[in-house]
Nanobody
């Protein structure tokens, strides 16, 4: 059973930066999408950023210009560079890797990001 292991979360002051990493414990074939989601207390999980196997990216409006997603289909890793962090970015962040065939969604266990002075 392949697992996704996240790292890089923590406490940071407003305006600071963090880099989240996510690596698969084994090989995932036929990846077509890699993404980061987040869930704040009392809110639904939301898509933060995603990248297709072809390199196309999409971002939530709230993070455009501040966050950058990158992924490596061969190494089965995905990163999220977060700059100019705001208190409203505080949440548990989850990585997601989506396999095309068969259709399987892999999820990480979540890493806490807290933005506070």
């Amino acid at each position: 059973q392949v697992q996704l292991v996240e790292s890089g979360g923590g406490l940071v002051q407003p305006g600071g930066s963090l880099r989240l990493s996510c690596a698969a414990s084994g090989t995932i074939f036929s990846i077509y999408y890699m993404a980061w989601y987040r869930q704040a207390p009392g809110k639904q999980r939301e898509l933060v950023a995603g990248v297709t196997s072809g390199g196309s990216t999409n971002y939530a409006d709230s993070v455009k210009g501040r966050f950058t997603i990158s992924g490596d289909n061969v190494k089965n890793t995905v990163y999220l560079q977060m700059n100019s962090l705001k208190p409203e970015d505080t949440a548990v962040y989850y990585c997601n890797i989506r396999r095309a065939s068969p259709r399987i969604d892999y999820w990480g266990q979540g890493t806490q990001v807290t933005v506070s002075s």
